[in-house]
C-alpha cells in the first residue's frame, strides 16, 4: 500500500475541509464592511460566532498532520515563507481578538476599530493563502538539503498576488451565500446582490487564473496527460461553478452553498494534481523537490498516523454535525451571544 | 546533525538566542490560559453536576458566570496557541526536521483527539445555553474539560519525549537508495520504533501528574481570589462563599499532592536528567549534597554564594541517607552542561511558592472549620492576590523545566552499565549513546543521538527576521494582556448577575426583560459568548 500517496489525499482532505469550513467565514469577515449598522454587524458576527473557533482547528490539524507525516516539507515550508506566516498568526490571532472585544464597550469609536482589524485579518489571511496556493505552483528554490535559497522578495510575484485576490472573491461568495442562508429581510435582500456580484468577481479570476496556469506554469498542468480520471476534477469544477448562478435562480440557496463547497473542493484536488507527487516543488532544479516519498515520515510513523486519523475522524465529524445541529436556522440578535 | 552554515558564527548564534528568547515570549504568554482553562473546566462539571441534582439556581447561576471568565480565556488560549504549532517550522526547522517523525504524531494526535472535542463543544458551552437541554450541556461542559485534560496529555507526552526519549531510534535518511550526507554532514532524524514507549516514557507520568497539578491548583486559586473580593466587597456573597467553599477545598487538596508529587518527580529527573536536577540544587561537585534553601549560585566559582543549606539534605531526599554522594556538575563536560543561575532562581521559587499554598490553604481550611474564615479579612486579603503567585509557581516550573534541560532540544541518552549505573569516561565525565552513520566516503562514524538547541534553529531565517517578529508579538501580546484584564475586570465588577444598569452587548435586554421569570440569568446572558 502506497501510504505515502494515502498521507498526500488525506491532506488534501484536511485542507479542503479547513478551506470550505474557515473560508465562509473568512468571507463573512471579508463582506464585514457591507453591513449598515451596528445591528447587522453583530448579526454577521454572531453568524459565524459558534462555528470559526472549530472550523479554525481544521488548520491546526493540517498543520500538525503535514509536521507527522511529511517533516521536510513543513520545515522547509514554514521557514521558507517565514515573514507571509508571521504576518498569518498575527491576522489570525488578531480576529479571534476582535470578535472577542468589539462587543465589550458600546462605545462606536471602539466598535469601528474592532471592525476594522475584523475585516482587515479576515480579507489578509484569505490572500495570504491564496499567495501561499499561488507559491506553491510557481515553486521555490531549494538546495540540495532541500531548505529555502531564496529571500522574501522572491516569493512575491503575479502569480501568487493573482490567486491571493482569487482566493479573496472564492470565499466571499462563499462567506455570502452562508450569510444569506443564516439571514432574513432587508439584509439578505442586499446579500443577494452580494452573491451575484462575488460570483461574477469570482468567475472573471478565475478565468485570468486558469489562462495564466495554463500559459505560465506547465508543471500544473503535466499531470493530467498521466492521469485520464483527472480530468474529471475539472469537469466537476466548472459544473459546480456554473451550477452556482443556477442554484440562486431557481431560489435553491442550500444548493448554491453546497455547490461553492464543491467548487473549493475541486480546486484544492486541482492543487493536489498539480503539485503530486511533489508537496515542495523546487523552481531551480526538479531534483532538489521534496516529493511525498523523500520528504515523508517512516512507515511506522505513517502508519500510527492512520490509526490515530481512523480512530478520531468519526468522532470529528460527529462534533461537528453536533454543533451544525445545535445552531442550525436563521441567526436572529437578543440571543446569547457577541 | 545539520550543518552550521557558518558565514558568521555570531550571526548563528544571534538567531538561535533570539529565536529561544521568542519561544520563551510565546510559549509563556500561551500558558496563562491553558492551566486556567483546564482547572476552572473541573469546576464547571462540578457547578453544573450540582445544578442538575439538586436544581438549585445559584449553582446555574454560578455556572454561567463562570463560563463567561471561562470562554475568554479560552479564546485567547486557542489564539496564542496556534502560534506555538506553527513556530516549531518557522524558528526550529532542523529541530523539526529531526524529530518530526516521533514529536509530529503526538502534536497530530493532540489536534484530532483534544483540539476538535474542545472547540465544538466550547460553542455548546457558550452559546447554547437556550439551544440544549440541561443535560445536554452538561454533556457538552464535561466535554470540554474532558478534551482540555486531552491536550495537556499529548502535549506533555511530546514535551517529555524530548526531555528522556524513549521508543524510538536515531538512524541516517537516505537518498537514491543511499545513506544521505550533505556537505559532509551524515543527514540523521529520530524515527519511531515503539509509539506506547513513546507516549509512556520515563519521565511523561511523573511531569503529567505535576503539570495538572499545577492547573488545578491555579484554577482554584483563581476562582477563591474573585470570590475573597467579592466578600471582602460584600457582594454576591452567598454565590462567593460557596465558589470559595469548593475552591479551596481543590486548592488545599492539590498544593499537599503537589508537594508529594514534586518529591518523586525530583528523584525521577535525578535517575533520568542528572545535569538538570544538579543546576535545580546548584549541586557543582558530586559527594554528599547539601539542600540549598535560598542562595546565589556562581557557576564560575562553583559554588552557592550567600546560601543557607541543610546539610546533607539533598542526598537524604534523593537516597534517604545524608551522606550518598550525588552527581553534581562535575560529571558532565562543559560543553554539555546546563546554566546554572536561572534554573536554580525558577526551581527554588517555584518550591517555595509551593510551601506557601500549603500553608496559606491549611490556616484556611482551619479556619474555615472554626467557623471564621469569612470574618478573617487579612487572609481574604492575601487569597485575592495568591493566585499571582499561583501563575508564577506555574509559569516557573516549566521555565526551570526547559532550561535546565539545555544545550539539549533532544536529550541523548546516557551509556548505563548493566545494573543501571552511569559509564564515565577517562575523565570521569557521563556519556552519552551515539548512532552510528555513514561518511560520503563510505567510513562508518558515530553522531551523538540526540540534538542541541543551537543545531535545532531554521537555517534559513535571519536575526533580523526572528527580531521583527519578536517585535509583533511583543507588541500584539503586550495589548491582548491589557485587553484581557480590562475585559475580565469588567466581568468581575459586573458579577454573577450582570450589571443592573449597564448593557455592554447591546439589545438583549428588552428580550430577557420579557423573559422575566429568569431574573437570576439575565446578566449572563449579557454578552454570554465570547468563544
Known sequence: MDLALIWFALLAALLAGYAILDGFDLGVGILHPLARTDGERRLFVNVIGPLWDGNEVWLVTFGGALFAMFPEAYATVLSALYVPFMMLLCALILRAVSLEFRGKSTSPAWRRLWDLVFFGSSLLATFLFGMAVGGALVGIPLDERGLFMGRFVDLVGPYPVLVGMLAVALFAMHGAIFLFLKTEGAVQERLGRWMWHSWGSFLVLYMLTTMYTLVAIPRATANFEHFRWAAGVVVVNVLAIANIPRALFARKYAQAFVSSSVTIAAMVGLLALALFPNVVTASNDSAHSLTIYNASSSRTTLVIGLIIAGTGFPFVLAYTGIVYWTFRGKVKLGETGY | ?531
Open chain 2, 1 to 531: 546533525m545539520p550543518p552550521l552554515r557558518a558565514t558568521s558564527t555570531d550571526l548563528i548564534m544571534d538567531v538561535v538566542a533570539l529565536s529561544r528568547l521568542q519561544f520563551a515570549l510565546t510559549i509563556m504568554f500561551h500558558y496563562l490560559f491553558p492551566p486556567l482553562t483546564i482547572g476552572m473546566g473541573v469546576v464547571l462539571v462540578y457547578l453544573e453536576a450540582m445544578f442538575l441534582r439538586t436544581a438549585d439556581p445559584v449553582y446555574e447561576t454560578a455556572a454561567r458566570f463562570w463560563t463567561k471568565i471561562f470562554a475568554l480565556n479560552f479564546a485567547i488560549g486557542v489564539a496564542t496557541g496556534i502560534v506555538m504549532e506553527f513556530q516549531f517550522g518557522t524558528n526550529w526547522s532542523a529541530y523539526s526536521r529531526f524529530v518530526g517523525d516521533v514529536f509530529g504524531s503526538a502534536l497530530a494526535a493532540e489536534g484530532i483527539f483534544a483540539f476538535f472535542l474542545e472547540s465544538g463543544f466550547l460553542a455548546v458551552l457558550v452559546f447554547g445555553w437556550d439551544r440544549v437541554g440541561p443535560r445536554m450541556h452538561f454533556f457538552a461542559t464535561v466535554m470540554v474539560a474532558v478534551g482540555s485534560i486531552f491536550s495537556s496529555v499529548w502535549i506533555v507526552v511530546a514535551n517529555s519525549w524530548q526531555q528522556t526519549p524513549a521508543g524510538h531510534h536515531i538512524v541516517q535518511m537516505e537518498r537514491d537508495g543511499r545513506p544521505w550526507v550533505v556537505g559532509g554532514e551524515p543527514v540523521t532524524r529520530a524515527e519511531i520504533v515503539d509509539f506506547w514507549e513513546l507516549v509512556f516514557n520515563p519521565s511523561t507520568m511523573h511531569r503529567l501528574v505535576h503539570v495538572l497539578i499545577g492547573c488545578f491548583i491555579l484554577g482554584a486559586f483563581f476562582i477563591m481570589s474573585i470570590s475573597a473580593w467579592y466578600l471582602l466587597k460584600k457582594r454576591h456573597v452567598e454565590f462567593a462563599r460557596r465558589s470559595f467553599t469548593g475552591a479551596l477545598l481543590v486548592a488545599t487538596l492539590a498544593s499537599l499532592a503537589a508537594v508529594i508529587s514534586g518529591h518523586f518527580q525530583a528523584k525521577n529527573v535525578y535517575r533520568e536528567q542528572p545535569a538538570k536536577l544538579a543546576a535545580f540544587e546548584g549541586h557543582f561537585r558530586t559527594g554528599p549534597a547539601d539542600l540549598n534553601l535560598f542562595g546565589l549560585p556562581d557557576s564560575d566559582a562553583e559554588r552557592v554564594a550567600f546560601g543557607v543549606a541543610i546539610p546533607g539534605g539533598l542526598s537524604f531526599l534523593i537516597h534517604e541517607s545524608f551522606d550518598e554522594p550525588v552527581i553534581g556538575l562535575d560529571r558532565f563536560r562543559s560543553e554539555d552542561r546546563p546554566p546554572v543561575l536561572v534554573p536554580f532562581a525558577s526551581y527554588h521559587a517555584m518550591v517555595g511558592l509551593g510551601f506557601f499554598f500549603v500553608t496559606l490553604t491549611l490556616v484556611a481550611s482551619f479556619l474555615h472549620w472554626r467557623g471564621s474564615l469569612f470574618e478573617s479579612r487579612w487572609l481574604l486579603w492575601i487569597c485575592v492576590f495568591a493566585v499571582t503567585g499561583a501563575v508564577a509557581a506555574n509559569e516557573l516550573g516549566w521555565v526551570a523545566a526547559e532550561v535546565g534541560r539545555q544545550p539539549w532540544i533532544v536529550q541523548p541518552p546516557m551509556i548505563r552499565d548493566a545494573d543501571g549505573g552511569l559509564v564515565l569516561d577517562s575523565e570521569g565525565r557521563v556519556r552519552y549513546a551515539t548512532a552510528t552513520v555513514t561518511l560520503e566516503d563510505g567510513t562508518i562514524g558515530e553522531r551523538v543521538a540526540g540534538l542541541r538547541t543551537s543545531d535545532g534553529v531554521s537555517e534559513v531565517v535571519t536575526a533580523e527576521q526572528v527580531r521583527g517578529s519578536m517585535v509583533m508579538f511583543g507588541l500584539l501580546y503586550g495589548l491582548l494582556l491589557l485587553l484581557w484584564l480590562y475585559v475580565l475586570n469588567d466581568k468581575i465588577q459586573a458579577g454573577p448577575h450582570g450589571r443592573e444598569t449597564s448593557d455592554s452587548a447591546g439589545g438583549e435586554r428588552e428580550l430577557l426583560d420579557a423573559a422575566g421569570s429568569r431574573v437570576d440569568s439575565t446578566g449572563s446572558l449579557t454578552g454570554g459568548g465570547e468563544g
